[in-house]
């Protein structure tokens, strides 16, 4: 059949087509060869659909600097996108250390509070030293999070840490700045894979308010 339509083409075109669309087709015709032998559902066993993701929610950030390694930390981790708080950040927007121009493709949303723009499913962490925290290391990441960290010269407020589900800090002995915080965050959830918390199961068991 395949050689049928072939003549038939190259017979109702010129010379010079004709070589270039037999070259064309003899091309496809290897590569639905090639296909053929394809074994899919290995294929799709390789490259699994994941349902898990990661946001997060900056409080009040103050400078464009942060803000933009934040950006290029949030690009490198695969997180979805990212929300902030006031208005310093508007003041002063240029994305001065995000030389891989994340801002271009992930979403970085200015939002009024991050407690009404939680994304469907997630679980908002907060990241602060605070009593009753959670080290870091010892934690387990929601498969789908969002992360809230406060501003560089201050701390989140008990408003947002009340509505977080959990809240986690990293044992260091000083502090660290914005960036630095946000790129330990998200390559400890990187670090321990797909060994997620059951907090999904709990939010789909409460009762909606």
């Not at 490198?76 to 996108?81: A, H, I, L, Q, T």
């Not at 407690?115 to 469907?120: G, V």
């Not at 260091?172 to 915080?181: D, F, H, P």
């Amino acid at each position: 059949m395949e050689a049928c339509w072939l003549r038939c083409s190259l017979g109702s075109i010129g010379s010079y087509q004709s070589a270039s669309v037999y070259l064309l087709c003899k091309r496809v015709s290897i590569c639905c060869a090639l296909v053929r032998r394809l074994n899919f559902k290995s294929l799709l066993l390789v490259t699994p659909m994941k349902n898990n993701y990661s946001c997060i929610g900056l409080c009040n950030p103050k400078t464009p600097e942060n803000v933009g390694s934040v950006m290029r930390a949030a690009g490198c981790y695969g997180v979805n996108s990212v929300f902030y708080t006031g208005e310093r950040y508007d003041h002063a927007k240029p994305f001065y250390t995000d030389t891989q121009k994340v801002h271009q493709t992930l979403p970085l949303i200015g939002v009024k509070e991050l407690k009404d723009i939680i994304p469907f499913g997630c679980v908002p962490v907060a990241v602060e030293l605070i009593d009753g925290a959670k080290p870091l290391t010892g934690y387990k990441h929601p498969a789908r999070a969002f992360y809230i960290f406060g501003p560089e010269d201050g701390t989140l407020k008990k408003q947002i840490t009340d509505f977080c589900e959990d809240i986690v800090y990293i044992p260091t002995k000083g502090c660290m700045n914005l960036a630095a915080t946000v790129n330990v965050v998200l390559y400890d959830r990187l670090a321990k894979g797909d060994n997620y918390s059951h907090h999904q199961d709990v939010l789909q068991r409460k009762p909606k308010s």
